[in-house]
């Protein structure tokens, strides 16, 4: 499985972002994906995932309201959304894909990961 995860940049407080991940190497509508997200000095933590069908979204608490999960399974593509953006979201963004039809916070359920896109937010 190869995951691409592109679309971050420099962005200043308030604008928006919007990251894309392309996936291949198995049936993407059979699994779950998620956003995650590093900052320098941090642990990765969780920022978003979304079903196989896309029924079904979570949220950190932190970016719910500002960032939308969303997933095309005909172009195998799960897109994040992020407005209103603030200083403490920069991070390096990954795309994960998860093990099961499902998706949870628990960054252990997701079995490949993609590269990473640096986000970026000036005050």
């Known amino acids: 499985v190869q995951l691409q995860a592109s679309g971050g940049g420099l962005v200043q407080a308030g604008g928006s972002l919007r990251l894309s991940c392309a996936a291949s190497?198995?049936?993407?509508?059979?699994?779950?994906m998620g956003w995650f997200r590093q900052a320098p000095g941090k642990e990765r933590e969780f920022v978003a995932a979304?079903?196989?069908?896309?029924?079904?979204?979570y949220y950190a608490d932190s970016v719910k309201g500002r960032f939308a999960i969303s997933r095309d399974n005909a172009k195998n593509t799960v897109d994040l959304q992020m407005n209103s953006l603030k200083p403490e979201d920069t991070a390096v963004y990954y795309c994960?894909?998860?093990?099961?039809?499902?998706?949870?916070?628990?960054?252990?359920?997701?079995?490949?990961w993609g590269q990473g896109t640096q986000v970026t937010v000036s005050s």
């Open positions: 979304i079903s196989s069908s896309g029924g079904s979204t």
């Open positions: 190497g198995r049936t993407f509508s059979d699994y779950g």
């Open positions: 994960a894909q998860h093990r099961a039809n499902w998706a949870t916070t628990q960054p252990l359920r997701y079995d490949f």
